[in-house]
């Protein structure tokens, strides 16, 4: 596995903050995205993330947690604008997780995963949660955001493109969807918005699908 950080993302969303790159065999099999829908895969990034899952750029994860404990004390960073939580496929690798969570503290370091809900990999969460270390259950579907949210962990959740246009929606067993601000606003990034890092939130992130493939996201976002 390779994995890649950039101090200062060029992504106006994303605003000028840290980011990383995982290689893409971290990316569950079971993610509905993984065979169309990915918006990382196209553009500059999917370039980007081709060059580190073939070991063009990155580097080893010993050599990446270096770099991350070396990040400012309290600084807000992305883990993975494209890849998945360390361990390749639907498993989470617990020791590298727990590393990263480590190599995290004293930092607001988030992410997302899209790994299958398994008793291992909630523990894995959960164990690098308490660290400090925020990571979001990604669904594909308002529905599959109510099912992840009996976890008590931060859900996020891929919503059809027309979601865009409003603010707050709900999922069918009534839990509150804050649409991504950084979406509905040209002023509005990451850095500083900040929501998905709070872990003790009470409602879900939803992300309007875009992008070149935001049909096929669509679709899934609808079931």
């Not at 200062?8 to 969303?13: A, D, I, P, R």
């Not at 523990?123 to 529905?143: D, M, P, Q």
């Amino acid at each position: 596995m390779n994995y890649h950080i950039s101090i200062k993302s060029s992504n106006v969303k994303t605003g000028s903050m840290p980011v990383t790159t995982s290689s893409a065999a971290t990316c569950p099999d079971s993610c509905p995205l993984k065979s169309g829908g990915c918006y990382a895969k196209t553009s500059f990034l999917g370039m980007h993330w081709s060059k580190v899952t073939s070991g063009k750029r990155g580097e080893s994860i010993t050599n990446f947690l270096k770099q991350v404990r070396e990040l400012p004390a309290g600084i807000l960073w992305r883990h993975n604008q494209a890849g998945d939580l360390p361990g390749k496929g639907d498993s989470i690798n617990t020791r590298d997780l727990f590393r990263l969570a480590k190599a995290n503290r004293g930092k607001r370091g988030f992410t997302y995963t899209h790994k299958p809900p398994t008793a291992k990999n909630l523990n894995a969460i959960r164990a690098a949660s308490k660290e400090g270390f925020t990571i979001n259950l990604s669904a594909n579907s308002v529905a599959h955001a109510d099912g992840l949210s009996r976890h008590r962990l931060p859900v996020v959740v891929v919503l059809p493109s027309e979601a865009v246009k409003m603010r707050n929606l709900f999922t069918p067993k009534g839990r509150k969807v804050v649409v991504c601000p950084a979406t509905r606003s040209d002023y509005i990034t990451c850095k500083s918005c900040g929501l998905c890092q709070k872990a003790d939130r009470d409602f879900i992130i939803g992300f309007p699908a875009h992008g070149t493939m935001s049909a096929k996201a669509d679709a899934i976002a609808s079931h």
